[in-house]
């Protein structure tokens, strides 16, 4: 006796990866903000004053706003695809009926 994989794996699996991605995706950017925060907290303990402390947290903004851009993109991208892979393994179940 042989075992048939059911004909709905391949949207389930799609699923499961997509989810997965994103978990991995949500994982890195909650490690760079930790990193970021780490990077913060060590200029404001070297600041010799409140005017370098504030000057090196305002150089810093630019790039956690870019930080923040490119980790929602990336993730509206994989929001994105996860619908598509959904609505595809939706019409193929309703095909297979």
Do not use: K
């Amino acid at each position: 006796m042989t075992l048939h994989r059911p004909r709905q794996a391949a949207p389930i699996d799609r699923l499961l990866d997509g989810l997965a991605l994103i978990a991995l995706h949500e994982a890195d950017a909650l490690n760079a903000h930790l990193n970021a925060a780490g990077e913060r907290l060590r200029l404001a303990w070297q600041a010799r004053s409140a005017r370098e402390l504030l000057r090196d947290q305002v150089d810093l903004l630019p790039e956690s706003r870019n930080r923040l851009r490119r980790d929602h993109a990336v993730r509206r991208q994989l929001w994105q695809g996860l619908a598509r892979d959904l609505r595809s393994g939706a019409r193929h179940l309703r095909r297979a009926r």
